[in-house]
């Protein structure tokens, strides 16, 4: 039986990625007709012509008017005023006369036309799968595409009503960072609890999740639009318009939407992709404003120094999003990026500077403006296996109950080793192994509600010896019991070095926790039954 032809697809606000798993079990990115790996956004009217994709964005020089973007997060959403104002300078943006959203007004050899936000989707929706049909050689099946986790039940209906217009069958709706912590390898058989931080061209998303048993959950998610790959497009377009000034005496970004601003502003993008990965980059304009050309340089560390400020929105939701999960730094396990923009080093820096030195901070899952379509790829690949039911809702949008606090065996008034973490879905089960001490009759089992530990803060003290100094103090435990829900005691024969207790931990969708503590080799076991807290 041929295998399926799935695809994973990020719809970008700026920038779309298609990718498939490949036969070496890879992703792989599908190459546009242009050869790249990312298709910009954008669509454009032009001569009786329609364009989609780099040349419709390199219509915003000189035809901006009739170029729309921004289609993506209008979908499912009424019109306003500030909506309008976030897209300006390219299609004007009206209410549509039904009041059914936003419209694109253009022009065209036929007029002035009015073109819905759901229409600019199914429209480039239709041009991505053309775009893949045409790289693979058959027709596509089935999709998952990839949707910002702040997107609303509307958004998300609206979102799949494109695809289906579109005629391309939408297989799940995969929420962005749940896409990115699978590329990641996040979501095996280790639990862990990771922040996904996404910087793309408009904005900035960062969401706690939690993966428990296999599964993930959002914990808490913030959003900011003061922090994108166009707020850092910007930073260096000031720069270098600063120095034009100087040169000729002429403010080329007087008028951010002028014809001289928006060459800058393409210009410094390639700019700004160089200065991730080489020290130094230049920026070339031909004929930028007054007839002159303009050619200049930068290097990381200035642009480090210019840019500095323009990070601490994406801290501030850093923090945001931690005290949504209620989570502190200390309790992550990694931070995942993804997004363009989050190859700039100093913002990864930026971002390091939030957690503390044991938390891994990652960008190795491929390309960063590839990561969340490769993750789409793969849930696509695991559907394709059956491994996933298709049609199954979106990671984040069932609103499945969660452990609201760690569970776990009472070490002492001070250690907790906890074996349900908190945000944990249920229904959830977990068996741990405890062995004891030869000669023992009694197994004690002291089940308690934790809590994290508060990280200490760093002490020094320049008067201690040297032998002081090179002793390393043990570890503090991660979590200190907060509140004890049950004690047992299982009555043994002696035990030698080999006898182990299982203590098994389950938790119902009711909340219920019942523990059980077995000796395998004597079959005796007693069991605790624990109420959900009110």
Request: proline fraction near 5%.
């Amino acid at each position: 039986m041929a295998a399926k032809t799935y695809i994973g697809l990020s719809l970008g606000n700026d920038n779309s990625v298609i990718a498939i798993i490949n036969k070496e079990h890879r992703a792989e990115v599908i190459a546009n007709e242009d050869g790249e790996h990312k298709t910009p956004t954008f669509i454009a009217f032009s001569g009786g012509e329609e364009f989609h994709g780099s040349q419709a964005k390199h219509q915003l020089v000189r035809n901006a008017a009739n170029t729309i973007a921004g289609f993506r997060d209008m979908l499912g959403q009424a019109y306003s005023a500030e909506l309008a104002a976030k897209h300006a300078g390219c299609a004007r943006i009206e209410a549509a006369a039904d009041g059914s959203g936003a419209e694109f007004v253009v022009g065209g050899e036929a007029g002035e036309q009015r073109v819905s936000a759901h229409s600019a989707a199914v429209r480039y929706l239709q041009r991505l799968r053309a775009t893949a049909e045409a790289y693979l050689g058959r027709a596509i099946e089935g999709a998952v595409l990839a949707v910002p986790a702040r997107f609303g039940a509307e958004q998300r209906r609206a979102l799949a009503a494109a695809c289906a217009d579109a005629g391309l069958p939408l297989l799940q709706l995969l929420s962005e960072p749940a896409a990115a912590a699978a590329q990641y390898g996040v979501g095996g058989a280790r639990d862990q609890t990771v922040v996904v931080v996404d910087v793309g061209g408009t904005g900035a998303d960062v969401t706690v999740v939690a993966a428990r048993g296999g599964l993930l959950a959002e914990a808490g998610r913030a959003h900011t639009d003061a922090l994108s790959g166009r707020a850092l497009d910007a930073v260096l377009a000031r720069h270098f318009a600063a120095d034009f000034r100087k040169q000729h005496g002429v403010d080329v970004l007087a008028d951010p939407h002028s014809r001289a601003a928006r060459k800058l502003l393409q210009a410094v993008e390639v700019t700004k992709r160089t200065l991730s990965a080489a020290p130094a980059a230049p920026c070339a304009v031909e004929s930028l404003a007054a007839g002159a050309d303009y050619n200049a340089s930068i290097n990381r560390t200035r642009f480090d120094i210019l840019a500095k400020a323009a990070y601490a929105p994406l801290q501030a939701a850093i923090d945001d999003a931690l005290r949504a999960a209620g989570y502190s730094a200390d309790q992550i396990d990694e931070v995942l990026l993804c997004g363009g923009a989050a190859r700039v080093r100093r913002l990864q820096a930026a971002v390091a500077a939030r957690f503390p030195a044991a938390t891994r901070v990652r960008d190795d899952a491929g390309e960063l403006d590839e990561v969340v379509a490769s993750g789409c790829a793969a849930q696509a690949a695991l559907i394709a296996q059956g491994a996933v039911p298709p049609q199954q809702p979106d990671a984040f949008g069932v609103a499945a109950r969660v452990l609201a606090a760690p569970v776990g065996l009472r070490i002492s008034a001070d250690c907790l080793e906890p074996v349900l973490l908190k945000n944990t879905p249920l229904p959830a089960a977990r068996t741990v192994r405890v062995a004891l001490p030869a000669g023992e009759t009694r197994a004690y089992v002291a089940v308690s509600e934790g809590e994290p530990v508060p990280p200490r803060a760093d002490e020094s003290d320049d008067d201690d010896d040297e032998d002081d100094v090179a002793s390393e103090p043990e570890l503090p435990p991660r979590y200190r019991p907060s509140r004890l829900l049950a004690e047992m005691v299982l009555e043994l024969d002696a035990a030698t070095d080999a006898t182990r207790v299982d203590v098994e931990f389950f938790v119902g969708t009711d909340a219920k926790l019942t523990v059980t503590a077995t000796e395998p080799a004597s079959g005796k076991s007693i069991t605790a039954e624990i109420p959900a807290s009110s």
